[in-house]
């Protein structure tokens, strides 16, 4: 070949191989991340004493508006923790799915489920939302409580059947310090304006919101 077209040959073969160079790094810190994300949660899991049955009870942002909330259909809860509000919500008569990156979280989650006769209406699986939300059909309700991703703003929008309801609270820099964790003020209803907005709010350091397709 002649000596331009190897000399492009080359640079872009060389490029190739740097970008796939800083793929696989890129992979292996996201991995990384996602293991130590996975052990600190379970380590305070397994620091805390195991929720009773007692302690089952909606989020407290959604307690005036327990009347808007479905009482059947498919519900999915992200970052369900230890079960407190799928388990919730299977008691109300939903069929739920609860996801949390921790399997310890998880294991007392199912426990929990058992123990409160709603085994049958539940279902939890350890995932990492780092990746996005799982495959599935359209659910009638979403719970985020106590977690903020923006890059599941959208997906989270799309999964929801017609009619069907967000319910959602996050950390907030509202009367509180900002943070990457945090929303910004009006940060929820800016998001999920694409939906019927229902009520929301904001202050000393919490936001949430309820919104419908």
């Known amino acids: 070949m002649g000596a331009s077209i190897y000399k492009s040959y080359y640079f872009d073969t060389r490029v190739d191989a740097e970008s ?3 793929v696989r790094a890129l992979r292996r810190n996201l991995a990384h991340m996602t293991d130590e994300d996975r052990r600190r949660w379970d380590e305070r899991y397994v620091g805390l004493e195991p929720a009773s049955v007692e302690a089952i009870e909606p989020p407290g942002f959604l307690a005036p ?10 519900a999915l809860e992200l970052a369900c923790g230890r079960g ?6 299977a008691r109300r008569g939903l069929d739920v799915w609860g996801l949390d990156i921790s399997s310890v979280a998880i294991g007392q989650a199912r426990e929990l489920a058992e ?6 209406s539940c279902r939890f699986d350890v995932v990492d939302l780092d990746d996005g939300l799982p495959a599935g059909p359209p659910v009638d309700l ?9 890059r599941l703003d959208r997906a989270i929008i ?7 309801i967000l319910a959602m609270a996050a950390l907030s820099e509202v ?5 990457p ?13 694409a939906l019927d907005l229902i009520a929301a709010g904001e202050g000393r350091g919490q936001a949430w919101l309820l919104a419908r397709a």
Not at 175 to 179: Q, T
Request: net charge positive.
């Open 158 to 164: 799309d999964r929801l059947a017609p009619r069907g």
């Open 181 to 193: 964790f945090r929303a910004t003020p009006g940060e929820l209803p800016a998001a999920f304006a």
């Open 65 to 74: 508006y327990l009347d808007v909330m479905p009482t059947t259909g498919q």
């Open 115 to 120: 123990h409160s006769g709603v085994g049958g």
């Open 142 to 150: 979403i719970l985020c409580h106590k977690f903020r991703d923006r």
């Open 20 to 22: 796939n160079a800083q």
């Open 175 to 179: 009367d509180a310090a900002p943070g």
């Open 84 to 89: 407190l509000g799928t388990i919730w919500l």
